[in-house]
């Protein structure tokens, strides 16, 4: 049986990557991996879709165990792959979403050469700000942390294979689903 693909998505915090990939899985068929973290639950999140919440002890033993594909600490907490079940979809010819930072998209490389990685980007960096900012409940210093942090992950992603413009949701949508599909007949 012919394999899926393993797709990676990466983007700095607040461009909606979650909402793109979501909208991507209402109108395809493909598996988003669930990560475990070690990060407070947030409103909105859904343990065990969302991510599987756990805690710092529980991760390092996962470390320990090598139950996990790649792991990085970002912004003071563990977020990680679970190794087992990335293979397990793929081998089943399901397509595998990763949404993950950009260490994590370097270490998956590594590993799945044939993954192809795609970058979201901000209209503007003040469009990103704005949607920090509306997201609510965080600080004006964290707000800086967060653009801070956008601008040295926007710097990484010209090694990405592909970059979307997130301006409009149906655009990006389409736009994945052009790359996927056009990678997949390959
Ligand atoms: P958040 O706390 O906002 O949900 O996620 C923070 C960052 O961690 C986001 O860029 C998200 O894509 C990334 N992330 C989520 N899960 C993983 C993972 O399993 N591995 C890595 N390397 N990054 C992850």
Known sequence: MKKGKLIVV???SGIGKDTVVAEYLKRNDAYKSISCTSRKI?????PDKTYHFITKEEFENKIKNGELLEYTIYNNNYYGT????IDEQLEK????IMVIEVEGEANVKKIYPDAISIFLLPPSMDILKDRLINRGNVSPEDIEDRMKTAEREIATSVRYDYKIINDDLDNAVKSLENIIKNNINE
């Open 10 to 12: 990466s983007g700095p």
């Open 42 to 46: 947030r409103e909105g999140d859904i």
């Open 93 to 96: 010819g399901k397509d595998v």
């Open 82 to 85: 679970l190794k087992n079940t």
